[in-house]
């Protein structure tokens, strides 16, 4: 039993962050198009596509998910949290080198090919992972915007082993566990008013009107710490009920696939229904429609790791190839698209393409140019640093 409660591979948690991926570039993509005059059906693929931006809340969920495994086998056998050293090193080896050299390389063409200058703040910030606790460094560079993630997930890595540490040490059973955590998640839920009414930017060049501070300034301090790591925690919650499940040495079982066909659907209709793309929810003041969007998605990562046909259709060959790529084609795909926008189609802009067609090809170069620098990155930075650090030959690293 200590093999499968510890095995960090969860069925179709390879599905789903290729879809997170997806959504993101799809999202990106989406803005480039102006959808007056369009198909009934190209303009529900713009809208659907505008709100992908869930997909950052989904990587959020994924991570806390598989990064917390480990931990909570750990608890639920009875044994010595695990090492937080290797902890630390696996999750250096993972983002650093891959994020440093993007860093890098944006701020290099930044100066020499698009003349835009170099700020030692922003880049500094970013090196260091703490870009997105202010508005003038949220952004690390002009041409690769989401970048601003990084930092705030590197923050969830600190943070997720003191929270769990504190709960492996004082809860004495798996229900003690699961109210630690809740009473986590909603102590933190209680904060986010007090965040946003002590740290709300002036008004001052307040916008995407006035640029990417500006457009900072819009989204600070609701894209704050406290609502992040709480879609972390949820994905930490449902490691906790996946580990639970296999103690118990839970089937795979059909009812499973019909909870995530429920809270997929249930997820999609919230995000239709509530989510204004690139503004908080007027009702929980939060990205992404958090906490209720990750809530449905944690759901769907419980149900799909036991489902029958559910996962298998999820971890097919071509999902489970773009979720190893999936963080070189985030790191990538902005800066693909600014060079096009910049460079070569000068209405490659918000709103800016008139002809569909020419949007789907660009999409479609977009996509595949991404998928190529990430397959590079992958094979000649990633791989053989995550080799080098875990004694591996094939490192399979889905978080």
Excluded at 43 to 68: I, Q, W
Aim: net charge positive.
């Amino acid at each position: 039993m200590s093999k499968e409660l510890t095995k960090s591979r969860l069925a179709g948690a390879d599905g789903l962050r290729a879809i997170a991926c997806l959504l993101v570039v799809w999202h990106h993509t989406a803005q480039k198009l102006n959808p007056e005059g369009v198909s009934p059906l190209v303009g529900a693929l713009h809208f659907l596509g505008m709100r992908g931006e869930v997909g950052v809340s989904l990587f959020f969920v994924l991570s806390g998910c598989l990064l917390s495994v480990p931990f909570w086998a750990s608890f639920v056998e009875g044994k010595a949290f695990p090492s937080i050293k290797r902890y630390a090193t696996n999750r250096a080896a993972r983002i650093a080198p891959a994020f440093w050299l993007n860093l890098i390389i944006c701020s290099i063409l930044g100066v020499t090919v698009f003349n835009l200058g170099f700020n030692w703040q922003k880049f500094s910030s970013a090196f260091l992972f703490i870009n997105s606790y202010n508005y003038s460094t949220f952004f690390p560079t002009e041409i690769n915007g989401p970048l601003w993630s990084i930092g705030l997930e590197v923050s969830c890595y600190l943070l997720l082993p003191l929270v769990l540490y504190v709960i492996f040490k004082t809860a004495k059973s798996t229900a003690f566990a699961f109210a630690g955590l809740i009473t986590t998640i909603v102590a933190l839920q209680a904060l986010n008013p007090l965040i946003i009414q002590l740290f709300m930017t002036d008004n001052d060049q307040k916008g995407w009107q006035f640029g990417m501070d500006g457009g900072a300034k819009q989204w600070l301090p609701y894209w704050n710490i406290g609502s992040f790591f709480t879609q972390f925690l949820i994905g930490s919650l449902a490691a906790l009920v996946i580990v639970q499940l296999r103690s118990k040495q839970t089937a795979a079982n059909r009812l499973f696939d019909l909870g995530f066909i429920a809270s997929a659907l249930g997820a999609i209709l919230l995000v239709v229904v509530r989510l204004t793309p690139g503004a908080p929810d007027t009702f929980t003041q939060q990205p992404y429609v958090s906490p209720f969007f990750a809530l449905f998605m944690s759901v769907a990562l419980v149900c799909g790791s036991h489902s029958v046909y559910v996962s298998r259709a999820l971890d097919n060959r071509v999902f489970s190839w773009l979720a190893k790529l999936s963080f070189g084609i985030y790191l990538w795909h902005m800066v693909v698209i600014e060079i096009i926008a910049r460079k070569f189609i000068g209405n490659y802009v918000y709103s800016g393409l008139h002809d569909v067609w020419q949007w789907v090809l660009i999409s479609a170069i977009v996509l595949a140019t991404s998928i190529a620098i990430a397959a590079a990155s992958w094979r000649l930075l990633e791989s053989p640093i995550l080799q080098a650090v875990r004694g591996t030959k094939r490192p399979e690293m889905k978080s």
